[in-house]
């Protein structure tokens, strides 16, 4: 319950951040939040000699508009994404999944960033961010690069963010108008996700045009159900023609087995719940 | 006949009296044991193991030593003579094997989490970082983790009794007199009625008490002083001079307040006798607090049982014999009750019911686990279970309704007071009321017609109605009864009532609460008696030198118990106080009557108040001739016998068969715990205790990896309920006051969870059976369910997955390896 | 060390703390605080709950250096004048404690749900509590007072911590 030591550097620019980050070594940490590394720190599961502390950056909090793109400062917690309007109206999909994360108080604290970059599949956050098409922006001492969401995600709690880089913001193509639903599924309220589909759908006169959906804890990443996104292309938005498309959800995902299920019974929940994420948000 | 000066003379007793204790706890004055801090403090913190069996074949404490701060670090050999041991209570059989229990182990490690040596330091954080640097080298033994496994004696727990098996014990209607030959009634059964065969899994699971365990002893001054987060100070008190040698008078053990314990401080723990060793060795006061990880892995588990059954009944489903055979995992140490656990469950398998036979039969064993002992019901939530899902089985099978099944079998009020086939005597209850009071507020025709309607249309979603009618036996224990089960202790309780001279009265008790609201109940009887008012009264509890003679809480006894201890002392001070009361109103004692508060000589106006004669006494200026000063009162009270609270509980739930998901619809419970005192602290206890036996239903189990690895080692994957997964409750009561203490009171607090858990299966149950399913395992987990229903017909056993999701992993490449030069925004969720 | 200036139940402190000194380590063994509590070390059980800057946070999942400059609210500083906040009179008057080693966490979650939203439904109140941990209650009696709370209008002025134009909450208090 009391972590080992360490030196803490609170930086107040990304400027700052980066050099302390180069300047730091091999062992060290980068705060966001917090509420996941402190209480990895708290178990002692990693004893870093520095922590560097991004909350004093006030350069990367905040939601903002650029064109046909909601960008989100990797800083911005959770609750200040629930509260934007702007988040809302353009990625609304991403504001049902944060009303899913953890609980109130983690949401206070906890940021869209750092939890990307944590990369916990089971996190709330990378599904949607995968549906919607997202672009990670990482600056690095060479300054910012654009990573494309399919590319951010490499492998279980490992992401496109390198060595001396920090995650500073995401953008996010506006899906304005598109309906949206985030179902997931857990045995108690402040569990991780057992399964969880993300679907953001645009709808055309009772007919799907087009669909964008991710899987949470499916495999080792977040994961996006492209078959089922085609298939429901020009389908009606009801239950027959969405639960013949949603069938194939789960092909080719290789979810982990635990306390909380099997790879099987996570299967064969992603297309229960794909189903049911997609009418809902087909119903608006 | 007038009296004059009448007090208000609403009784205390049935009153909704908001709580003393409230006051300190939500504006956090309160007194943790961790909050406390001595002069000299020093902070201890456990090196534990993380096998659950080997030989500890070297330790190195070099690096420890020398690490900032430290003081002392200790190690079993440290302390061989005279730390004391962790001791059974309750040997069940005269050759029931128990492991010696050392609170620092020597060299063997029977379980994970033993405690292998201790770092004592000035600060908690230096404590704990030294604990890092201790080095110890372990040998690797064979671990045998499951029950029915233990059994076999393949793999040793502890190699050196030669066997697993600790004690075998039985109960026979037919040995004892009080009922026919099971084996009899089952083969006649077979021939021409029903027989129901089912092996039920009790799971098991952590009492999960909100407040860490804490313990300061403080070795300075005449008397060692043991401040601890307990439900039983003064068995720990009796424990320590018994197995220290330290004379029980140089002991002072607190429990000041604590945050819970529904059996899981029912103990005497490793980490209080290895904090008490170690104080003693380096002469200071020292603290230890234990994390959340480590009370889930050292503290006492419970339940973890295999219960193998057969009912036997008519084709009218008359029940005529139930047979009970247990295995039940003691893991690796007898704890305190211990092997008493599933025999206190012994006599509650017949529950309400009237069997011509029975038989009871249970094997305990010793394994490479955390310790069992009591949680919550202690034996009678995995009787009743039992019970209970057999009575829907067999209504399922003759074909009637669950309740009609129940009535056609139950005693009838008329048949109080009843002794059960199982050899106990009820002495009260009215099955009828209750039911009828629960079905009218449950609206059972109406959930059951929505039920049809949702099977006719084959709905996704499918609701099902459980039931469960349940008594138990509370009030732990009349002396005798426990001295005939080899007992350790006796099971009376005492109290004082202190008349102080300003009008203030202290009533002292021995019961220990720590959640239960005694000083608000405790505060009711004693102003009823006395007629004083309820805020002029203190309730004093949990120091062993305040309250020098106790027996501590646990069991359902405190009121029942300690409240009569109450109320005899009480009515022994007003007894005192008459005489005084007489020689002061020139009366004869006699003429006098006592009401309100006041004496008054019959037929005058001519009266005196009893805090009047307190302070009479206190001056002692004017006492009858010889008449020692003072009206202050102790009693001590042994019930003759048990008293049976009964309640009907009803539940309904929704299945979404497509995930397997259960969600909470309706529970309703009528529940007759006999008189009331407080029915804002009954609600209270039975809201808690439903939801901990919803629990077990649905969401709690400890799971062991192959290794003997706590899996569930956190509350990120023992997974207690939140709000957001419950419903608010309806409950109501009946009162069939109690023949067994003079204010007719039955236990409550454990009631909720005894009755719940099978209701609540067998709505999950009923909601699957025209699908096929016809069992599920706890919790009832959605996996399970969807399981069960994907095999229907047979049972499915969906065994638990024991490996947990790493979402604080270590070896996530993110979080220890920073030279793949990502970093590591953590983040919750 | 580190040097950190705190405001803590309207009084300011500066004290030397080490950078792994958890929030809730530093309000109850430097400030003495000892209303606020540790009930496990996975952030699930809420029992350590305090407001920063008028939110609701975890204080055991925030270092104690994460609070300097801020403002923070615990158990203690509720009651004002000795009257008690109307959110501790409904836990009072609808037995919403039996053993009271949630309560502190649980009240202060309770009041952050009211501000959030004065007139919640009851599933609101439990969704919104779900950061909190309860065994006594089984939470039939802590949702009762939270609505109690809500008719009472506990959601106005009942949060001290408003400092600073934070930037960690965008809620209005």
Not at chain 1, 53 to 66: A, C, N, T
Not at chain 2, 76 to 91: E, F, L, S
Not at chain 2, 346 to 372: D, E, G, H
Not at chain 2, 802 to 820: C, I, L, R, V, Y
Request: charged share 20%; with cysteine.
């Amino acid at each position: 319950m009391i972590p080992a030591s360490f030196d803490y550097l609170a930086p107040t620019s990304v400027a700052d951040a980066l050099s302390a980050l180069a300047e730091a070594g091999d062992d060290v940490e980068v705060l966001a939040g917090g509420q996941s590394l402190l209480p990895i720190l708290r178990m002692r599961l990693n004893a870093p000699d520095k922590v560097i502390d991004l909350g004093r950056i006030k350069e990367l909090q905040g939601v903002s508009e650029d064109g046909d793109h909601v960008v989100i400062g990797a800083m911005t917690t959770y609750a200040d994404v629930l509260a934007s309007d702007l988040v809302r109206q353009h990625a609304g999909l991403l504001t049902d999944a944060i009303a899913e994360v953890a609980d109130p108080q983690i949401r206070h604290r906890g940021t869209v960033g750092g939890a990307l970059v944590h990369a916990d599949p089971a996190g709330d956050v990378g599904a949607p961010a995968l549906a919607l098409d997202t672009e990670f922006v990482i600056t690095g001492s060479g300054g910012e690069r654009t990573v494309a969401a399919g590319d951010f995600f490499q492998d279980l709690f490992e992401t496109a963010v390198g060595e001396g880089e920090l995650l500073t913001a995401i953008r996010i193509p506006k899906h304005t108008g598109w309906g949206h639903r985030y179902e997931k599924f857990v045995r108690v309220s402040h569990q991780w996700s057992i399964v969880a589909v993300a679907a953001t759908v645009r709808v055309d006169g009772g007919t799907i045009a087009e669909a964008r959906i991710g899987l949470t804890n499916m495999g080792s990443t977040p994961l996006r159900a492209t078959a089922v996104e085609q298939a429901l292309v020009g389908k009606a938005a009801t239950d027959e023609a969405v639960r013949d498309a949603c069938a194939a959800a789960a092909d080719g995902t290789n979810p982990p087995s635990d306390l909380n299920g099997d790879s099987d019974y996570r299967k064969h929940l992603a297309t229960v719940l794909t189903r049911r994420a997609v009418l809902a948000a087909a119903g608006g | 006949m007038t009296v004059t000066e009448e007090r208000t003379g609403t009784p205390e007793i049935g009153n909704r009296r908001l709580r003393k204790e409230d006051q300190r706890l939500i504006t956090g004055r309160t007194r943790w044991t961790d909050n406390i801090i001595l002069p000299g403090m020093l902070h201890a913190a456990m090196v534990r193991s993380p096998h659950a069996h080997a030989m500890v074949t070297g330790i190195d404490t070099e690096a420890a030593r020398k690490a900032p701060g430290v003081v002392a670090v200790v190690t079993g050999a440290d302390v061989k003579d005279g730390q004391g041991a962790v001791a059974n209570a309750w040997p069940i059989t005269a050759d029931q094997k128990a492991p010696a229990h050392l609170p620092i182990v020597l060299d063997h490690v029977a379980c994970a989490g033993e405690i292998v040596a201790v770092v004592v330091a000035r600060t908690a954080a230096q404590a704990r970082d030294a604990a890092e640097l201790v080095d110890v080298d372990y040998d690797e033994l064979p671990a045998v983790l499951d029950a029915k496994e233990a059994v076999d004696d393949a793999v040793l727990a502890h190699p050196d009794l030669g066997t697993n098996k600790s004690a075998l014990w039985r109960l026979d209607s037919a040995d004892q007199g009080s009922g026919g030959d099971v084996d009899e009634e089952i083969d006649k059964a077979r021939a021409e009625g029903i027989v129901i065969e089912r092996e039920i899994r009790q799971q098991r699971l952590i009492p999960s008490f909100m407040e860490p365990r804490s313990t300061v002893v403080d070795p300075t001054g005449e008397q060692i002083t043991v401040w601890t987060s307990t439900q039983v100070p003064h068995i720990l008190r009796f424990l320590i001079a018994a197995t220290t040698g330290i004379p029980e008078s140089k002991v002072r053990v607190i429990a000041p307040d604590v945050g819970g314990g529904f059996g899981g401080k029912l103990q005497t723990t490793a980490e209080e006798f290895a904090t008490l060793a170690v104080a003693r060795l380096v002469g200071k006061p020292v603290k230890y607090t234990e994390t959340r990880s480590e009370s889930l892995v050292s503290g006492h588990h419970g339940r973890d049982q295999y219960q193998k059954l057969t009912l036997a009944a008519t084709k009218d489903g008359t029940v005529t014999a139930l047979k009970v055979d247990l295995i039940a995992n003691l893991g690796a140490y007898v704890g305190l009750v211990g092997g008493g656990v599933p025999v206190l469950g012994a006599w509650m398998y017949n529950a309400i019911y009237k069997f011509r036979a029975y038989r009871f039969t249970v094997q305990t064993v010793l394994t490479n686990t955390t310790w069992v002992d009591a949680y919550r019901g202690a034996g009678r939530p995995e009787a009743t279970f039992a019970i209970e899902r057999l009575m829907d089985d067999l209504a399922a099978e003759v074909g009637v309704d669950p309740l009609q099944i129940r009535e056609q079998n139950w005693i009838r009020n008329d048949e109080f007071p009843f002794t059960s086939v199982a050899g106990m005597t009820y002495d009260s209850g009215n099955y009828e009321v209750a039911t009828a009071r629960a079905v009218e507020l449950f609206d059972y025709e109406g959930l059951r017609r929505e039920q049809s309607e949702r099977r006719e249309r084959k709905d996704p979603v499918q609701l099902g109605i459980g039931v469960s009618t349940f008594t138990e036996m509370c009030g732990l224990a009349p002396s005798r009864v426990l001295g005939a089960l080899n007992y350790g202790a006796g099971g009376w309780e005492h109290a004082s009532v202190r008349m102080l001279a300003t009008g203030k009265v202290e009533v002292i008790t021995g019961t220990s609460p720590h959640g239960q609201g005694h000083e608000t109940a405790w505060s009711q009887i004693a102003a009823d008696r006395l007629g004083v008012p309820f805020e002029d009264i203190e309730v004093l509890h949990g120091d062993t030198q305040i309250a020098p003679r106790g027996l501590d809480t646990y069991g359902s006894r405190s009121l029942v118990v300690g409240g009569e201890a109450v109320v005899r002392a009480a009515d022994k001070v007003v007894e005192k106080a008459k005489v005084v009361a007489a020689h002061l109103l020139e009366a004869s004692a006699d003429d006098l009557e006592f009401s309100n508060g006041r004496f008054t000589v019959r037929g005058t106006d001519n009266g005196i108040g009893i805090t009047e004669i307190a302070t009479a006494q206190f001056t002692s200026h004017n006492l009858p001739a010889g008449f020692e000063p003072g009206i202050d009162a102790d009693a001590t009270f042994d019930p003759d016998d048990f008293s049976f609270p009964h309640g009907t509980h009803l539940c309904a739930v929704e299945v979404d068969t497509e995930t397997g998901q259960t969600t909470m619809r309706k529970y309703v419970c009528v529940d007759d715990v006999g008189q009331i005192i407080n029915p804002l602290i009954v609600e209270g206890q039975v809201h808690g205790g439903l939801l901990q036996g919803i629990a077990q239903a649905l969401w709690e189990e400890a799971v062991f990896d192959d290794q003997g690895t706590l899996v569930t080692g956190s509350f990120v994957d023992y997974t207690l309920p939140t709000a957001a997964d419950t419903i608010s409750f309806v409950t109501e009561n009946t009162t069939s006051p109690s023949t067994t203490n003079t204010l007719g009171t039955k236990g409550v607090g454990e009631a909720g969870s005894i009755a719940s858990t099978p209701a609540v299966v067998n709505a999950v149950v009923d909601a699957l059976r025209p699908l096929g399913v016809t069992d599920v395992q706890m919790p009832c987990t959605p996996k399970r369910v969807w399981k069960a229903i994907q095999s229907a017909g047979s049972v499915s056993d969906a065994a638990t997955i024991d490996s947990a999701q790493p979402h604080f992993d270590p070896g996530a490449p993110n979080q220890d390896a920073p030279d793949t030069g990502t970093s590591t925004n953590g983040a919750g969720q | 060390m580190t040097r950190i200036s705190v405001t803590v139940d309207g009084v300011d402190y500066s004290d030397e703390v080490e950078p792994r000194t958890l929030l809730v380590h530093y309000l109850r063994e430097q400030l003495g605080k000892t209303g606020t509590v540790v009930g496990c070390d996975t952030s699930n059980c809420g029992a350590c709950t305090v407001h920063l800057d008028g939110r609701s946070v975890k204080s055991c999942n925030v270092l104690a250096v994460q609070a300097d400059g801020h403002d923070v609210t615990t158990i203690e500083g509720l009651a004002t004048n000795g009257e008690l906040h109307p959110m501790q009179q409904a836990f009072h008057e609808c037995h919403a404690l039996q053993c009271g080693y949630c309560t502190p966490g649980m009240i202060m979650q309770a009041i952050d749900v009211l501000n959030d939203n004065p007139n919640p439904s009851e599933q609101e109140i439990r969704v919104g509590l779900e950061g909190n941990l309860c065994r006594c209650t089984g939470y039939h009696n802590i949702v009762k007072a939270v609505q109690q709370a809500a008719g009472a209008g506990a959601a106005t002025g009942s949060s001290a911590g408003t400092t600073s134009g934070s930037t960690l909450g965008g809620e209005p208090v």
